[in-house]
């Protein structure tokens, strides 16, 4: 019971589309009850037909029963067929809130809290997680209580005629019920539960293979890897055959359960129309209407057999919505979000920060004044985009402060402080979307012409304006159909058209050559005017003019500023 408490969060996420889920819990209803009625009436007329043509009197009035079984035929195609198309649009639905709520706690993480898991672990949690939760309502809330309700119901029926019936109907169908629900999720708990733990670490150990292919050829480890995914794979495989297993004698026990109920009902049937308590075609209603039952209880089995990857996808979420940016210093009034006004002030008090067991900073302090420019050149390795990342608050130093226009940052809103900030990453990140898409997102209102003025501002108009399909045109994947100086020049419009006060370029130039870097530089150069700028770089000459130039030196605590 303590582990399917890790399903409350997302019950309470059901409860918002409870209106759609109702409907969708009659619908199944409505079906199952239609089969009942279906397979009962059609029982009854076919034996009292047969009796009938037996009788004296020869009559039967064909025209009520068989009106009834075209009713109860047509109505269980069309609830059919409305509930799988209702159910699976609202399972839809709710997968795609669950996903935007995922989503949303993972972007308001901060880069060294979401560093404590691959990339590829994260997205296996928005997608494979996510969808596993969707036997929630489809498998585990709504077909159990149909069930119920169809075998309660069922019993009363039978109860009118004959009351023995409804009674061994209950006793045997219940327990069974429970069986199919406790039995099964109990027996297939461990297997299924470690099954998506597995399912992960095959997608990582796939990834990983895909990712870093060209590495492990090299220190040929290429076969080393290979034995260690074919071992998750196998263990995957064993789980996937163990469960299919119990699945399969759960339904064996969940069958041989109605069989047995149906034949003590036949029995029971029998023993009273020998007595004269009901007739042949009710008795033969009775017995059909009871093998019509496995409809509602023979797939709880499988579901439940599965419970135990529901509640092990709730619990790895759970543990993911914990996660939180940690805050430090007291909270203050934060400034409207706009990417426009006054240049603003950026400083870095008594900084320290440790990734691992390096320490990058240790006490750095670095003044920026409003509208001025800094520049900060130094090795690979040596922290300098980690100057930017802690700019905009990218994760908080361990030690020391950064504050934003004298007020620290830690206190503002997120959102508030990256709309104030234009920042140009190493990678230049592009989306697998048309060139004015991937622009637009510096600023989603911009016009086709503003999108002209920046491209020819880095140097871009003419090469564009020879696209097949101009703005239009898609730049593929990463921007692979680009070369990595228009991607890096495409990224820089992009901050460009973002207009804001305080501007951090990463190696604004990389991949330039020397031509198009100078115009480049140039541009640059009345575009800053007037903002705060933070540059980062190899070298002095790869970046725009700036009014100081400082290099980060490798010291005893960290790098510091020489």
């Given at each position: 019971m303590k582990a399917l408490m890790a399903l409350r969060?997302?019950?309470?996420?059901?409860?918002?589309?409870?209106?759609?889920?109702?409907?969708?819990?009659?619908?199944?209803?409505?079906?199952?009850?239609?089969?009942?009625?279906?397979?009962?009436?059609?029982?009854?007329?076919?034996?009292?037909t047969a009796v009938a043509a037996l009788s004296a009197s020869g009559y039967l009035d064909v025209f009520t029963p068989g009106g009834g079984i075209r009713l109860f035929a047509v109505s269980r195609t069309a609830s059919?067929?409305?509930e799988r198309l209702y159910n699976h649009d609202t399972i839809l639905r709710l997968l795609a809130d669950l996903r935007g709520r995922v989503f949303a706690g993972l972007v308001s993480l901060d880069a060294r809290t979401l560093s404590r898991v691959r990339a590829s672990q994260w997205l296996n949690r928005l997608t494979a997680d996510i969808d596993t939760l969707d036997n929630l309502y489809l498998r585990l809330l709504a077909p159990p209580l149909v069930a119920l309700v169809s075998v309660v119901a069922f019993a009363l029926f039978a109860f009118v005629f004959l009351p023995a019936a409804g009674i061994v109907l209950l006793a045997i169908l219940l327990p069974l019920g429970v069986f199919a629900m406790a039995g099964c999720a109990w027996w297939g708990w461990h297997a299924s539960h470690r099954r998506v733990e597995r399912q992960e670490r095959l997608r990582v150990r796939a990834i990983e293979q895909v990712e870093g292919l060209a590495e492990l050829t090299s220190y040929r480890a290429l076969a080393a890897?290979?034995?260690?995914?074919?071992?998750?794979?196998?263990?995957?495989?064993?789980?996937?055959?163990?469960?299919?297993?119990?699945?399969?004698?759960?339904?064996?026990?969940?069958?041989?359960?109605?069989?047995?109920?149906?034949?003590?009902?036949?029995?029971?049937g029998l023993t009273a129309l020998r007595e004269g308590q009901v007739s042949g075609p009710v008795m033969v209603m009775l017995a059909l209407g009871t093998l019509a039952v496995s409809e509602g209880l023979g797939n709880l089995p499988m579901a439940f057999t599965q419970l135990g990857a529901t509640v092990r996808a709730a619990e790895r979420l759970n543990a993911q919505a914990e996660l939180k940016t940690p805050l430090s210093g007291t909270p203050v009034e934060d400034e409207p979000s706009s990417s426009s006004g006054a240049a603003p002030s950026l400083v870095y008090r008594d900084v320290s920060v440790v990734h691992g067991e390096r320490a990058v900073f240790s006490g750095l302090d670095l003044a920026i004044d409003p509208?001025?420019?800094?520049?900060?050149?130094?090795?690979?390795?040596?922290?300098?985009?980690?100057?930017?990342?802690?700019?905009?608050?990218?994760?908080?130093?361990?030690?020391?402060?950064?504050?934003?226009?004298?007020?620290?940052?830690?206190?503002?809103?997120?959102?508030?402080?990256?709309?104030?900030?234009?920042?140009?990453?190493?990678?230049?990140?592009?989306?697998?979307?048309?060139?004015?898409?991937?622009?637009?997102m510096g600023d989603p209102d911009a016009s086709d012409a503003e999108l002209w003025d920046v491209l020819e501002r880095v140097e871009l108009k003419e090469w564009a304006e020879t696209l097949p399909e101009g703005l239009a045109t898609w730049v593929g994947e990463q921007g692979r159909q680009l070369s990595g100086g228009q991607a890096r020049r495409v990224a820089?419009?992009?901050?460009?058209?973002?207009?804001?006060?305080?501007?951090?370029?990463?190696?604004?130039?990389?991949?330039?050559?020397?031509?198009?870097?100078?115009?480049?530089?140039?541009?640059?150069?009345?575009?800053?005017?007037?903002?705060?700028?933070?540059?980062?770089?190899?070298?002095?000459?790869?970046?725009?003019?700036?009014?100081?130039?400082?290099?980060?030196?490798?010291?005893?605590?960290?790098?510091?500023?020489?």
């Open positions: 969060p997302w019950l309470g996420v059901l409860t918002e589309r409870r209106g759609r889920l109702l409907l969708g819990a009659l619908l199944m209803l409505a079906t199952l009850l239609s089969a009942l009625g279906l397979l009962s009436l059609s029982g009854w007329f076919i034996t009292a059919r067929y409305l890897h290979r034995e260690l995914w074919a071992r998750e794979e196998q263990g995957l495989v064993e789980d996937q055959r163990r469960l299919g297993r119990r699945t399969a004698a759960g339904n064996l026990v969940v069958t041989l359960g109605i069989q047995l109920a149906t034949l003590a009902v036949l029995l029971l509208g001025q420019r800094i520049g900060i050149i130094g090795a690979s390795g040596i922290g300098k985009s980690t100057l930017a990342q802690l700019a905009v608050r990218a994760f908080d130093p361990q030690g020391g402060c950064v504050e934003f226009n004298h007020q620290a940052i830690a206190g503002l809103a997120p959102d508030s402080l990256r709309a104030r900030i234009g920042y140009l990453t190493q990678r230049s990140e592009l989306f697998h979307d048309t060139l004015a898409v991937n622009l637009r820089l419009a992009r901050v460009m058209l973002r207009n804001s006060p305080l501007v951090i370029l990463d190696e604004p130039l990389s991949g330039l050559d020397a031509d198009t870097a100078a115009a480049v530089k140039e541009t640059l150069d009345v575009w800053l005017a007037g903002r705060t700028v933070l540059l980062l770089g190899h070298d002095r000459q790869a970046l725009p003019a700036c009014d100081h130039c400082w290099r980060l030196m490798p010291g005893e605590q960290g790098s510091e500023l020489v």
